[in-house]
Nanobody
Framework: QVQVAESGGGSVQSGGSLRLSCAAS????????MGWFRQAPGKEREGVAV???????TYADSVKGRFTISQDNAKNTLNLQMNNLKPEDTAMYYC??????????????????WGQGTRVTVSS
């Protein structure tokens, strides 16, 4: 079993920044793929950014140029730096992990382990 824990959510005004962090622990079988997803009220969960075991990153078009995903492989941690936040970025953000993974898609179904989520609220 893999445990996933997110931190760093909060409330900011439009144009502000937040940094989310995620830590994976338990039965980790490297390489791992990790990613950030979000779900706004009444909407489906969508991919924000993922990083494969080969280091390849994929971003949703809506966040390109504003968000940066980074990973510390030695510590199985994942970060998401979010700049120039917009009200439409308001959502619950989830970290996800997939074991023994090289290539991953920005798709929720590709990940097996999930955190409880951290809330991000952006006001106009």
């Amino acid at each position: 079993q893999v445990q996933v824990a997110e931190s760093g959510g909060g409330s900011v005004q439009s144009g502000g920044s937040l940094r989310l962090s995620c830590a994976a622990s338990g039965y980790i079988y490297s390489p791992i793929c990790m990613g950030w997803f979000r779900q706004a009220p009444g909407k489906e969960r969508e991919g924000v950014a993922v990083i494969g075991g080969d280091g390849t990153t994929t971003y949703a078009d809506s966040v390109k140029g504003r968000f940066t995903i980074s990973q510390d492989n030695a510590k199985n941690t994942l970060n998401l730096q979010m700049n120039n936040l917009k009200p439409e970025d308001t959502a619950m953000y989830y970290c996800a992990v997939e074991n023994n993974c090289w290539v991953i898609h920005n798709t929720p179904g590709d990940f097996g382990y999930w955190g409880q989520g951290t809330r991000v609220t952006v006001s106009s």
